[in-house]
C-alpha cells in the first residue's frame, strides 16, 4: 500500500468512527455530521427562544400584566435574547451550512482540522446548556438582556455569571471555528482553484471567520471583566468601584456590531449561490461580490459608535461614526444590485428556495433603509431605545440571517438527505412566515416613531394597537415555522428521491451523489473554469 493510499485509508477510518449509532455521531469528524449535528441542535434552540418571543408578544398584548410579572419579563427577554443571538444567529449558518458544504465546494476532502472541528461543536454545546442552565440554577434567572449593560449587569443578584460564563464558552467555538474555516480555505482548495475560481459562499465564509478570530476574543475579555467585578470588585465598568460604564459599551460593540456581519455576511454567501441556480445563468458580477464581502468585513470594525449617540462621545466621534455607517451599506448594495442583476434575463424557477431568497432583499433592504436612519444623528436622538430599533434589528436578523437559513435549508436539503420536500407546502410555509414577519415587526416601527420605548415590560394605552397587531403576526410567524419544519421532517423519511442534481446547479456539490458519501470525493476534482459556469449543468432530476 502506497503512502498516499495508506494516508486515505486511515483518514477514512477516522472519519467513519469506531462507533454507531448515536455514539458514532458525538465521536465522528466527519464535517458533515458535524454540520447536521449543528443543525439540529440550533433549530431546537431557535424553537425554544421562538416560543419565549411569543410569550412577549402576548404579554404585551395589552397595558399591565397579562401571563407574567415585571421580573420574570425581564428574564425571558434576557434568555430570548442570549439564545438567539449568541447559540443560534451568530454561529448559526456557517456553523451549519460552512460546516456541511464548505469543504466540498472548495472540493476537499473534510476541513482542515476535523478533530478541533468536532471540539467546536462540544464547546458550542456546553455554552449553549450552560446558557439554559443560567434560568433553572439557584437564584432568579439573568434579568439584564443580551447585552449585559454594566453597571446593572455588575450589580444585579441575579444569574448573571452563568450566563455571562455561557457567552463566553460560546465565543471560545466561534474562533476555533473561524481559524478552521480560514486554514482550510487557504490550503485545502482543488487543483486549479485560484480565488476567483472559488464560489461565493466560501468567499462570505471566509470574510466571516476573520471577524470571528479578530472580534470575538474583544468580547470575551470583555466578558470576563464583568464577572471579574462581580467576583472580585475589581473597577472596571462600575461607577461605584471607579470604574466607567461607557467603556463597557465601547469594548462590547467593537465585538458586536462586527457580530452582526458574523449572521449577515454567511446569509448573502447562502443566497447568492441560489441566485444563479433559479436563474440558469452566471452570477453578475462575481468580482464585485466577492471583494464587497471583505469590504463589509473590514469596514464593520469602524461603526461600533452608531450605538453610542446619546452615552455622551464627542461631536467629532459622533460625525465619524455616522460617516462610517453610510458608508459601509454601500458594498450591500453592491450585492442587492448583483443579486437582481443575475436574475434579470435568467430562466427563473420560482422554487422555495428562491423565494426564501427573495424575501431577504425585500425584507433586508427596509432594515439597511432604516438603519440609515438610526444612522444619522438628528434622527437617531429620536429613535434611539424605541421599538424602532427592535424592529430595524429583526428585519436585518430575522430578515437576513433567518430567511437566509430557510432558504439554505430548501436549497440544500435534497443534497444532505437525497429526498425531495413538498413544494406546495413549503410555498404555504413561506406565505406564513413572509406575512407573519411583516405584520409582527412592521407595526414596531409606527409605534417606535412614536415614543414607544424598547425593553419595556409595560406601555401606555396609545401603543396598544400597534402591540395587538404585532402579537397577531407572532402568532401567524410561529404557524408557518411549525409547517415548514413539519414538512422536511417528513420529507426526510418519506420525500421522493431527489437525485444528485435537482436544481441543475453547477457548484461542485451537485456533481456528488446524494447525500454526499464519506469524504466527499472519489478523486479530488481538477477545476478549469469560472464557478457558475452553465456550458455543463447535469440535467438529472
Not at 168 to 183: E, K
Not at 394 to 404: D, E, L, P, S
Not at 406 to 412: C, K, L, M, R, V
Amino acid at each position: 500500500m502506497s503512502s498516499t493510499e495508506k494516508y486515505t485509508h486511515e483518514s477514512y477510518l477516522e472519519h467513519k468512527g469506531k462507533y454507531k449509532g448515536l455514539l458514532g455521531w458525538l465521536t465522528s469528524t466527519d464535517h458533515k455530521k458535524i454540520g447536521l449535528m449543528y443543525m439540529y441542535a440550533i433549530t431546537v434552540f431557535f424553537l425554544v427562544a421562538a416560543l419565549l418571543g411569543l410569550m412577549m408578544r402576548i404579554e404585551k398584548i395589552a397595558p399591565g400584566p397579562t401571563i407574567m410579572d415585571a421580573q420574570t419579563y425581564n428574564g425571558v427577554f434576557t434568555i430570548h435574547g442570549v439564545i438567539m443571538i449568541f447559540i443560534v444567529v451568530i454561529p448559526g449558518l456557517a456553523a451549519v451550512f460552512g460546516n456541511l458544504f464548505l469543504p466540498i465546494l472548495i472540493g476537499a476532502k473534510d476541513v482542515a482540522f476535523p478533530k478541533l472541528n468536532l471540539f467546536s461543536w462540544y464547546l458550542f454545546m456546553t455554552g449553549a446548556i450552560l446558557g439554559l442552565f443560567s434560568q433553572f440554577v439557584g437564584g432568579d434567572p439573568p434579568d439584564t438582556g443580551w447585552t449585559f449593560y454594566v453597571p446593572y449587569s455588575a450589580e444585579s443578584s441575579t444569574n448573571v455569571i452563568w450566563a455571562l460564563s455561557a457567552a463566553f464558552i460560546l465565543g471560545f467555538a466561534s474562533i476555533l471555528t473561524g481559524l478552521n474555516f480560514i486554514v482550510t480555505i487557504h490550503r485545502m482548495r482543488a487543483p486549479g482553484m485560484t480565488w476567483f475560481k472559488m464560489p461565493l459562499f466560501p468567499w462570505s465564509l471566509y470574510a466571516t471567520a476573520w471577524i470571528q478570530v479578530l472580534a470575538t476574543p474583544i468580547v470575551g475579555i470583555t466578558l470576563l471583566m464583568v464577572i471579574a467585578e462581580r467576583v472580585l470588585n475589581i473597577g472596571f465598568f462600575d461607577p461605584a468601584l471607579g470604574g466607567d460604564p461607557v467603556l463597557f459599551q465601547h469594548l462590547f460593540w467593537i465585538y458586536s456590531h462586527p457580530a452582526v456581519y458574523i449572521m449577515i455576511l454567511p446569509a448573502m454567501g447562502v443566497v447568492t449561490e441560489i441566485f444563479p441556480t433559479f436563474s440558469q445563468k452566471p452570477v453578475f458580477g462575481y468580482g464585485a461580490i466577492a471583494i464587497s464581502s471583505i469590504a463589509i468585513a473590514v469596514v464593520g470594525y469602524f461603526v461600533w459608535g452608531h450605538h453610542m449617540f446619546t452615552s455622551g462621545i464627542s461631536y467629532w466621534s459622533r460625525w465619524f461614526f455616522s460617516f462610517l455607517t453610510f458608508i459601509v451599506a454601500v458594498p450591500s448594495a453592491i450585492k442587492v444590485f448583483n443579486w437582481l442583476s443575475t436574475m434579470y434575463g435568467g430562466k427563473i424557477s420560482l422554487k422555495p428556495p428562491l423565494l426564501y431568497a427573495i424575501s431577504l432583499i425585500f425584507l433586508f433592504l427596509i432594515g439597511g433603509f432604516t438603519g440609515l436612519t438610526l444612522g444619522a444623528l438628528a434622527t437617531n436622538i429620536h429613535t434611539h431605545d424605541t421599538a424602532f430599533v427592535v424592529a430595524h434589528f429583526h428585519y436585518i436578523i430575522f430578515g437576513g440571517m433567518g430567511f437566509a437559513f430557510f432558504a439554505g435549508i430548501h436549497y440544500w436539503f435534497p443534497k444532505m438527505y437525497g429526498r425531495m420536500y413538498s413544494f406546495r407546502w413549503a410555498n404555504i410555509a413561506w406565505g406564513f412566515l413572509f406575512l407573519g414577519f411583516n405584520v409582527l415587526y412592521f407595526p414596531l416601527f409606527i409605534i417606535g416613531l412614536q415614543g414607544m420605548p424598547r425593553r419595556y415590560f409595560d406601555y401606555l394605552p396609545q401603543y396598544q394597537t400597534g402591540h395587538v397587531i404585532s402579537t397577531i403576526g407572532a402568532f401567524i410567524l410561529i404557524i408557518g415555522i411549525f409547517m415548514m419544519i413539519s414538512n422536511l421532517i417528513y420529507a426526510r423519511k418519506k420525500g421522493a428521491l431527489a437525485g444528485p442534481n435537482p436544481w441543475k446547479g453547477v457548484t461542485l456539490e451537485w456533481k456528488i451523489p446524494s447525500p454526499p458519501p464519506l469524504e466527499n470525493f472519489d478523486e479530488i476534482p481538477v477545476i478549469t473554469h469560472q464557478p457558475y459556469f452553465f456550458g455543463d449543468t447535469n440535467d438529472e432530476d
